[in-house]
């Protein structure tokens, strides 16, 4: 069988590094699409509103309602 490990606290260092490259004055989304790619949209989703982002885009409308 196949699997696939999610090391979270790089994903947050990423985000992190992703939002500290940003003026201080914009916003940030994090695009969560395809259920996360299939690594979880809700787990990506909360990773990125705890590491400031202020909000998710999805590419269609039935994948925002897990993440509400």
Same mark, same amino acid.
């Given at each position: 069988?196949?699997?696939?490990?999610?090391?979270?606290?790089?994903?947050?260092e990423n985000?992190?590094?992703?939002?500290?490259?940003?003026?201080?004055?914009?916003?940030?989304?994090?695009?969560?699409?395809?259920?996360?790619?299939?690594?979880?949209?809700?787990?990506m989703g909360?990773? %990125? #509103?705890?590491e400031g982002? +202020? @909000?998710? %885009? #999805?590419?269609?409308?039935? +994948? @925002?309602?897990?993440?509400?």
């Amino acid at each position: 069988p196949t699997y696939l490990t999610i090391n979270t606290s790089l994903v947050r260092e990423n985000l992190r590094k992703i939002k500290d490259s940003l003026p201080e004055w914009s916003t940030s989304t994090a695009v969560i699409k395809a259920n996360g790619y299939g690594h979880g949209s809700v787990m990506m989703g909360r990773i %990125a #509103v705890e590491e400031g982002y +202020e @909000s998710l %885009a #999805v590419a269609i409308p039935e +994948e @925002s309602v897990p993440l509400r």
